[in-house]
Nanobody, 124 residues
Framework: QSRLVESGGDLVQPGGSLRLSCAAS????????IGWFRQAPGEERKGVSY????????YYADSVKGRFTVSRDSAKNTVYLQMNSLKPEDTGVYYC?????????????????WGQGTQVTVSS
């Protein structure tokens, strides 16, 4: 069975750091671009970051540029999202998704696989 599993979410104080993991089982992540999305309560799921499958190009939402870094470990079939200098507005459920977006990485419909999400709460 092909699945994605996120982990690493937690409660953290403003200014703190977390590293989220997105591990795949049943298929290889290498042919896919990986998107990270955040969904805050009462809001739509929004793109945070994307790592392309072909040349490793990375993309970030303006709100996280300079603070978040996405990376891939092909040997572990896992993608990571390093989140530094966290702010309360970073709070939400974080999802990873695998796909080859044809239009834009920001569209949730562009992805073939989704994880179940991991909760990140930034609060003092």
């Amino acid at each position: 069975q092909s699945r994605l599993v996120e982990s690493g979410g937690d409660l953290v104080q403003p200014g703190g750091s977390l590293r989220l993991s997105c591990a795949a089982s049943g298929f290889s992540l290498d042919p896919y671009g990986i998107g990270w999305f955040r969904q805050a309560p009462g809001e739509e799921r929004k793109g945070v970051s994307y790592l392309s499958h072909n040349d490793g190009t990375t993309y970030y939402a303006d709100s996280v540029k300079g603070r978040f870094t996405v990376s891939r470990d092909s040997a572990k079939n896992t993608v990571y999202l390093q989140m530094n200098s966290l702010k309360p507005e970073d709070t939400g459920v974080y999802y990873c998704a695998a796909g080859v977006p044809a239009i834009t990485w920001l569209l949730v419909g562009e992805y073939d696989y989704w994880g179940q999400g991991t909760q990140v709460t930034v609060s003092s």
